[in-house]
């Protein structure tokens, strides 16, 4: 009880403490001249987010990425961990799997860096493209960019949800399923694709909540505009209004609470 | 499912064989599940595969639904070579030992997943459906997940899943096997009796001897790979083909006598007290009852006989069958009938192990 209480009274304390922190902040406001917080309690902050044009594109903007790389991720992941689980060998599967691991271990930025050099215009995606005499596609620091950076980044956070799904689904409900004369393709739709869903709905609620809160990639590969992490983040550092960065802070808290409700009813719990 | 329709169907094919298997071999590694396997099941028979674990009775039946390829060997289904053909493409459906319902779908949507895989229409589907749930007994069950159903239900729903679509031969594999005894008698005759009814070709798995000798018209005993012997369940029963055999069906009493191997099975054996005669023409012989045990409908006596074998007695509990209890340690004699003595061939053991 005790070795469980200690990991626990931190989790409560760091975690939601610090959350009902950020709440509490974001209704206060900053003083323009001293730029100090003024603990008075008001909506301003909110009001300014939800009217003001520029923080809705931004907020839309980021929600829409966030969806986009979950969707390819999902597309992407739900082969790849359909091949891991049911059709590699033994021995193909370990190769697979230390495969979509082991980018985990290199360091987040080293791995942004080496997009870049694969994507910016001199690179290593425009120079083999040419070598082979097609059009250069000339996506560095475009939005495309960030767009394949973020789904290579959280791909490995979907594949293995997905794949722990799959794997578990049991081999006799595939075997009836043949037996009742579906081929291969329609038991792939009718059996194992509704049985990891769940996996895949556990899945994106990393891809989703990682490209919501992610700021470091927007600056290092996109063309320059901002993501809801990027006006929090200068908000915070450079215009120095704590109380406005809360504020907005709670807007992907918002959101992945929603989508959390929404997973859990989907059994995504179960699957993790 | 319709009666009609069904039997209809039977006797429309020409009379004969539902299943053929000729010299069937499969082996995993050194492990050889099947070993030569020759066999034909007849056109709406109660088939029934007998054996222990491990005997290769599952893999045979895997053989015929072509989950698994025989390493050498042919299938016919009803006819038809289907020996290379995947279990999509065999008129054959599987009621699987963990009922394998798919748990995302209703039990309507199960019943009705090979007949939708095959293009049937909707209401046409769901007029069968119905059917079908009538002839397990399921009606007003049909939107329910197969978590919300008991053991017997979800046995009752995979038997109708596979029936439904009226396949040449019907595979079961242990069936019953995770319920609990009085469902599970309950449950044979059901089987039996739906399975005279839809008219199909039952090949049943299972262990259980008791099920083998109750519901088959024919059966097979089989052991490490091979068939030890086939034919109705009398025949299984009085004449061993082996001791093999005779020890896997029943208890049976192996004696040797003259050079020769005999059975006599326990309620063939009459116990006499000193002072009792034995009729006319029977083999006697004196022994020691070592122990008494009472199961109820009987008392099962074990008896050293002086020339050194142990058998086993039965008695039905007809008379006072506390006095039983007092015959331990009492010298005896056993008798039996020459007839019910059945010899056994030398050489035909069953494992070679």
């Known amino acids: 009880m005790l070795l469980l209480a200690l990991p626990l009274g931190w989790f409560v304390v760091i975690y939601l403490a610090s959350l009902v922190l950020l709440l509490i902040t974001s209704f206060w406001s900053i003083d323009a001249f001293t730029t100090e917080i003024v603990q008075v309690w008001n909506l301003d902050n909110f009001q300014t987010i939800l009217t003001n044009e520029t923080y809705r594109t931004i907020i839309f903007r980021t929600v829409w990425m966030a969806a986009r790389v979950t969707l390819i991720d999902a597309a992407i992941a739900f082969p790849f961990a359909y091949f891991m689980a049911r059709v590699a060998s033994r021995r193909t599967q370990t190769l697979l799997f230390a495969a979509v691991l082991l980018p985990l271990w290199a360091s987040y930025l080293a791995r942004l860096y080496s997009w870049i050099l694969i994507l910016n215009h001199s690179g290593v995606l425009n120079w083999s493209m040419q070598s082979i005499g097609l059009p250069a596609p000339n996506i560095g620091y475009s939005e495309t960019a960030m767009l394949v950076v973020f789904c290579y ?3 490995p956070f979907m594949i293995i949800p997905t794949y722990a799904a799959m794997e578990r689904v049991p081999e006799s409900l595939i075997e009836a399923a043949h037996d009742l004369g579906a081929r291969g393709w329609r038991t792939t739709l009718d059996v194992v694709l509704p049985l990891a869903m769940p ?3 556990a899945g994106s609620i990393f891809t989703f909540s990682l490209t919501l809160g992610d700021y470091i990639t927007p600056i290092l590969i996109g063309p320059g505009t901002s993501f809801i992490g990027n006006v929090v983040y200068s908000n915070i550092g450079i215009a120095n209004n704590v109380p406005f960065a809360a504020a907005l802070a709670t807007v992907p808290v918002a959101i992945m609470a929603v989508y959390l409700l929404v997973a859990r009813r989907l059994g995504a719990f179960e699957a993790l | 499912m319709s009666t009609a329709t069904l039997q209809g169907a039977v006797s429309d094919r020409r009379e004969g064989l539902a299943l053929r298997l000729q010299g069937i071999r499969k082996s995993y590694g050194h492990v050889i599940a099947a070993d030569g396997i020759d066999l034909e099941v007849r056109e709406g028979e109660f088939f029934t595969l007998l054996g222990p674990s491990g005997s290769g009775k599952t893999t045979l039946l895997r053989l015929i639904a072509g989950f698994e390829r025989p390493d050498s060997g042919r299938i016919e289904l009803g006819g038809r070579d289907v020996t290379t053909l995947p279990p999509n493409a065999r ?6 030992q963990d009922y394998a319902l798919f748990p995302h779908m209703s039990v309507a949507d199960n019943i009705g997943y090979g007949l939708k895989v095959k293009g049937v229409p909707r209401g046409r589907r769901r007029e069968r459906v119905g059917r079908a749930l009538k002839m397990v007994r399921l009606e007003g069950l049909e939107h329910r997940r197969p978590n919300q159903l008991s053991g017997g239900q979800r046995q009752r729903v995979a038997l109708a899943r596979a029936v439904i679509n009226e396949p040449e031969v019907l595979l079961l594999d242990e069936p019953l096997g995770a319920l609990d005894l009085k469902l599970r008698q309950e449950m044979q005759i059901e089987l039996k009796n739906i399975q005279k009814e ?25 052991a490490g790979g091979r068939l030890q012997q086939i034919g109705p369940p009398i025949e299984v029963y009085e004449q061993p083909a082996n001791e093999f055999v005779a020890g896997f069906i029943g208890i049976s009493n192996v004696l040797d006598r003259d050079g020769k191997r005999l059975v006599v099975r326990p309620e063939k054996l009459l116990l006499l007290e000193e002072s009792e005669p034995a009729e006319p023409g029977m083999s006697v012989e004196p022994g020691v009852v070592e122990q008494v045990v009472y199961v109820g409908m009987i008392t ?3 008896v050293r006989l002086d020339h050194g074998e142990l058998l086993v007695a039965v008695r039905q509990n007809m008379h006072a069958p506390g006095r039983a209890q007092g015959f331990e340690g009492r010298r005896v004699r056993l008798a039996w009938s020459p007839d019910h003595a059945y010899v056994l061939k030398t050489g035909t053991t069953g494992e070679e192990k």
Request: charged share 20%.
């Open chain 2, 91 to 96: 008129e054959t459906n599987t009621v699987f």
């Open chain 1, 199 to 201: 996996g895949v709905v």
């Open chain 2, 198 to 222: 839809v008219g199909i070709t039952f090949v049943y798995v299972t262990h259980d001897q008791e099920e083998a000798l109750t519901m088959s018209d024919r059966m097979a005993v089989m």
């Open chain 1, 153 to 155: 980044i959280w791909l």
């Open chain 2, 300 to 302: 099962r006596f074990t």
